[in-house]
């Protein structure tokens, strides 16, 4: 009865044939006071639960930092494509 690391799981699978997204701040991160509202950056994060899977996603204004928008649900099982585009999409009218 030893202590063990857990095994990860992966969380995400990429499609190979997904179309690629313009990279349109040129992963410029720095934040710069005068451009407030300018520029948004979101993040979607997977944390495991004992009920199943909490799907947290955010946006955060790149100048203050500040988070502008947020939406949280919970899932049983993985969340399938649908699912991932409702709370993105909560999110984002959130921070609108």
Do not use: N
């Not at 979607?44 to 947020?70: F, H, K, N, Q």
């Not at 899932?75 to 009218?93: F, H, N, Q």
Request: net charge positive; with cysteine.
């Amino acid at each position: 009865s030893g202590r063990y690391r857990r095994r990860r799981q992966v969380t995400t699978i990429p499609d190979p044939h997904a179309s690629l997204r313009p990279d349109l701040i040129g992963r410029d991160f720095t934040p710069d006071p005068a451009g407030l509202d300018r520029r948004w950056c979101g993040d979607i994060t997977y944390v495991p639960t004992e009920e199943g899977w909490l799907y947290l996603a955010t946006v955060i204004d790149i100048a203050s930092r500040r988070v502008v928008g947020s939406h949280a649900r919970w899932y049983p099982t993985s969340i399938d494509g649908a699912g991932m585009r409702k709370v993105v999409d909560l999110t984002w009218s959130d921070a609108r």
